[in-house]
């Protein structure tokens, strides 16, 4: 079945780097961009950006650009999001999640803890 | 602050209706019909419940349904259930990024 894998929990101090996989299955991965999304404890879904896994190309969000490098392995079908620079404000789950052609996220993958702390 | 603006909280008995609204502006909301909406359990991963304004992915109950006028778009959940007690999100897209709404939780009192 159609499924995105996550990476396990990571716990980092404040300015280090963490790199979170995404590995996909049942399905081409070249075919749809990979999202990444992340949720603070007790707060919303926030968009980190995308990348898409045919060319490679990436686009974030204001908030994240010159902090994070997202970047695709063909030959496994797994995505990757670097974030570095890390903060406490930066603890929550990270998601990747599948984009379709009608600009929905119709699969989403477990969720990786990230939890920053000295 | 998010882009799109939901409520923070709405409630509903079970049985009634209820509308969740999700206002952008005329570059996101309003100028694309790419809006879609999501439900979140605590501590689970979003599901998708409505793509392109309207649509319903296979397996998502027809209770749910969308609908959009000018920057705002709108969730509705008809013959609420204690199980759609949740949090919900929608998203549109815009100039090759996704925005969020803050999320509405939803109580079935």
């Known amino acids: 079945q159609v499924q995105l894998v996550q990476s396990g929990p990571e716990v980092k101090k404040p300015g280090a780097s963490v790199k979170v996989s995404c590995k996909a299955s049942?399905?081409?991965?070249?075919?749809?961009?990979i999202h990444w999304v992340r949720q603070a404890p007790g707060q919303g879904l926030e968009w980190i950006g995308w990348?898409?896994?045919?060319?490679?190309?990436?686009n974030y969000a204001r908030k994240f650009q010159g902090r994070v490098t997202m970047t695709t392995d063909t030959s496994t079908s797994t995505a990757y999001m670097d974030l570095r620079s890390l903060r406490s404000d930066d603890t929550a789950v990270f998601y990747c999640a599948r984009l379709t052609v009608t600009e929905a996220f119709d699969v989403w993958g477990q969720g990786t803890v990230v939890a920053v702390s000295s | 602050q998010s882009a799109l603006t939901q409520p923070a909280s709405v409630s509903g008995s079970p049985g009634q209706s209820i509308a969740i609204s999700c206002t952008g502006t005329s570059s996101n909301v309003g100028g694309y019909n790419y809006v879609s909406w999501y439900q979140q359990y605590p501590g689970k991963v979003p599901k998708l419940l409505i793509y392109?304004?309207?649509s319903r992915p296979s397996g998502i109950s027809n209770r749910f349904s969308g609908s959009k006028s000018g920057n705002t778009a709108a969730l509705t959940i008809s013959g609420l259930q204690a199980e759609d007690e949740a949090d919900y999100y929608c998203t549109s897209y815009t100039n090759f990024t996704i925005l969020f709404g803050g999320g509405t939780k939803l109580t079935v009192l």
């Open positions: 990348i898409n896994t045919y060319t490679g190309n990436t």
């Open positions: 049942g399905y081409t991965f070249t075919i749809y961009d």
């Open positions: 392109e304004v309207s």
